[in-house]
């Protein structure tokens, strides 16, 4: 029973690298999600997806970009890295207003 | 947007100790959810308050979800150091789906 998984567990880019961020969920759950989390911080919301072929813009959208064209995957592009965007990035899976699944996280250092 | 206040931000108490979290928010949720994360792991959901007033009990934990929707509690009675790790209230509003809480980063002393 994967659930949500996410590639690379650990990433390490130079400012002005183009980078994606893989996830896929086996759970056949409509929304999709990306969070990018801060230390000491909580979880705020990049770029969501309610189904295949929606996506939206949540409070952080700046310098990625999503696409859903299926179910399964959400990947997750940062178009040219930048030291703002060192974080760890979580993607989650749900039904609408249910329990969110998360996958293990993506440890992004960009020098 | 529909903000969630989590209080305090930072809370480190003795072992044994009771301590009570709270998530805040001016906007009213159809459910709430309470998620643990621990190190170097993604959250995971302990439990889910659905009607006003409703209180939920996981052991040594106890949730309450406020009468008008819009705050919940947790509290921890006699804490253990497994108890340590940030966590992080959800709120539920339609098809926005989930927003989540400025987080409580709790850690238990032995």
Same mark, same amino acid.
């Given at each position: 029973n994967a659930g949500v998984t996410q590639t690379p567990k650990f990433q390490v880019l130079k400012t002005g690298q183009s980078m994606t961020l893989q996830c896929a969920q086996d759970m056949n759950h409509e929304y999709m999600s990306w969070y990018r989390q801060d230390p000491g911080m909580g979880l705020r919301l990049i770029h969501y997806s309610v189904g295949a072929g929606i996506t939206d813009q949540g409070e952080v959208p700046n310098g990625y970009n999503v696409s859903r064209s299926t179910t399964e995957d959400f990947p997750l592009r940062l178009l040219s890295a930048a030291p703002s965007q060192t974080s760890v990035y979580f993607c989650a899976s749900n039904t609408l207003n249910t329990e969110a699944f998360f996958g293990q996280g993506t440890r992004l250092t960009v020098v | 947007t529909?903000?969630?206040?989590?209080?305090?931000?930072?809370?480190?108490?003795?072992?044994?100790? +009771?301590?009570?979290?709270?998530?805040?928010?001016?906007? $009213? !949720?159809?459910?709430?959810?309470?998620?643990?994360?621990? =190190?170097?792991?993604? =959250?995971?959901?302990?439990?889910?308050?659905?009607?006003?007033?409703? $209180?939920?009990?996981?052991?040594?934990?106890? !949730?309450? !979800?406020? &009468?008008?929707?819009? &705050?919940?509690?947790?509290?921890?009675?006699?804490?253990? =150091?497994? &108890?340590?790790?940030?966590?992080?209230?959800?709120?539920?509003?339609?098809? +926005? +789906?989930? !927003?989540?809480?400025?987080?409580?980063?709790?850690?238990?002393? =032995?």
């Open positions: - | 529909q903000l969630l206040e989590q209080s305090p931000q930072f809370l480190s108490i003795q072992e044994g100790e +009771n301590l009570t979290v709270y998530c805040n928010s001016s906007s $009213v !949720f159809s459910s709430l959810q309470w998620y643990r994360q621990e =190190p170097g792991e993604g =959250p995971v959901l302990l439990v889910t308050v659905v009607t006003g007033g409703e $209180v939920k009990k996981l052991k040594r934990l106890t !949730f309450q !979800f406020g &009468d008008a929707r819009k &705050d919940s509690s947790l509290h921890i009675t006699a804490a253990q =150091p497994g &108890d340590t790790g940030l966590y992080l209230c959800a709120g539920a509003a339609g098809a +926005n +789906n989930l !927003f989540f809480g400025t987080g409580t980063r709790l850690t238990v002393i =032995p």
